[in-house]
Structures are given as structure tokens and as C-alpha cells.
């Protein structure tokens, strides 16, 4: 059952573009006090390749603040951002999420608050081993998967990338369960 699951992962670990998204979401991960960790840093340079070509997106870093984390994740994130060019006012942050269901549900509430125009759809970015998770997740919070794309930042911290193949298809199937 477990090979399964995982295949159900590595199945969801690519990229998968519909149409022309309006607005990326790039979902947080660790910060440490240097700044972002190895992981959060492929989703941001990721999701830096995929502004440089659509420069007009809006974009939503979303993630709270850890007890070891120094800022949220959110802040993290758009510094980083900031520092490679994003104008500031292309970002919004999502700093109250603890969860992958949390940063769905708590970004879409900021969109909708926002009365951001969701018609042309969303682009989440992440490492491709959480893809699969974000999918499903994404069904339940927008009922279905028809503006979801995603963009999958590759896992170049090895330790990291072994230990998320390990975790995610526990956290897949404990999210299958109990993220509504």
C-alpha cells in the first residue's frame, strides 16, 4: 500500500500549466535564522523563473511563523522576492497557515477578500514531492482542480528530498482522511 502511495506522489511531481494563471501561490516551508532553508529557497527561485516570464502575476506567499522559525514563512518569502526584483506590490501575504490545508483554505480567503479575479486560475508552486497532496487538498477547498496549475521545484538538499519521500506519503494519506 505504501508503493502505492508513493507512486500516487511521484506521479504529482511535475509541472502542469492551464491556460495563463492570474495568480501564483507559493506555499511555505522552514526558515531558519539565516533565512529561507534549502527547500523554501527551490520553490522561491522556481517561482522567480516563472514571474520572469509572466512579470503581471500576482503573487501569494503563504506561511506562518514556527516556534523556531525567526519571521513567517510569508515574510521570508517576500523578502526573498523583493530582493530579486518583485515589486512589492505584486505580493500578498498569507501569514496565519501552520498546514498545507491552511495555507489553501487561509490564501484563498485573502484572494476572495481582496476580490482578486481568480477566472484565468491559480499556479501553485512547490517542491514536487508535495504536489500530489496540493491537488487533492485543492479539490476539496475550491471544489475541483479545473484552475489549479502547478509548478514543481525540483528538492536539491538530498537529506531534505529523502526525508520528504519518506513523509509525504504519510502526510498524503492522513490529508486523504482528515483535511476538509
Known sequence: ??????????AGSHDDIQGEPGVMVILGCQVKPEGPSMLLQDRLNKALDYWKEHPDITIVVSGGQGPDEPVTEARAMADYLIQAGVPEDSLMLEEQSHNTSQNLHYTMDCLREAG????QGVVVVSNGFHLARVRMI???V?????????LAAPSSHMPSRLKMYVREPLALVKSFLFDR
Open 1 to 10: 500500500a505504501i508503493a502505492l502511495v508513493l507512486g500516487v506522489v511521484l
Open 116 to 119: 482578486t479575479d481568480l477566472s
Open 138 to 140: 485543492w479539490g476539496r
Open 142 to 150: 475550491c471544489g475541483g482542480t479545473y484552475n489549479l496549475s502547478t
